[in-house]
């Protein structure tokens, strides 16, 4: 994700940064090749750049369709995702009473979407979003029912000391 970044060299996410995290962030003789002056960055990752962009895709999804409710808007982003880093591992912890399984790779939800806690349902394809909304038919999945809570009732399992 690239943005703006505080000016100058000196400043900013890409001060120092002799050998970037990406090609456009890297440096040459002090001078970055595409970022002369040094304001914007690359590396602009994570939760911080993913909120505004899923924003955007929305706001251009509800300006495609404007009668889509907040379901429809999320079936929409699910069925339309690219699925991200599709061979990812499990992350497993070693444990003194055996391995557990700390973040589990991807997997399929009742609904048939492939779904990552590090990804959600992947990444926005915003063209084919947008091109689903134009055509999609909203209020169109159903009753939304809510569940009374379900109590889990005591639990007995020892959680292993990793020391």
């Known amino acids: 994700m690239m943005t703006t970044d505080q000016s100058g060299c000196t400043h900013g996410s890409v001060r120092d940064n002799k050998i970037g ?10 001078t970055h090749l595409a970022n002369p002056s040094c304001n914007y960055t690359a590396t602009f990752n994570g939760t911080s ?14 300006e495609a369709n404007s009668n889509l409710n907040w379901r429809d ?19 497993t912890v070693i444990l003194s009473d055996g391995n557990y399984i700390a973040e589990p790779q991807w997997l399929t939800n009742n609904a048939n979407y492939k779904f990552h806690n ?17 055509t999609y ?13 379900q ?5 007995t399992t020892k959680i292993a000391n990793n020391r």
Request: charged content about 15%; proline content about 3%.
């Open 21 to 30: 995290r990406n090609y456009f962030d890297n440096r040459i003789n002090n």
């Open 49 to 62: 750049s993913a909120a505004p962009v899923t924003s955007g895709s929305i706001a251009l999804i509800l």
């Open 118 to 134: 590090y990804y959600g349902f992947g990444r926005i394809d915003v063209a084919k979003a947008v091109a689903m909304a134009e």
């Open 137 to 149: 038919a909203a209020n169109s999945l159903g009753v939304f029912v809510i569940t009374a809570w």
């Open 151 to 155: 109590d889990s009732g005591s639990l």
């Open 73 to 91: 808007v999320k079936h929409i982003l699910a069925k339309t995702a690219i699925q991200v880093d599709p061979n990812i591992n499990d992350t």
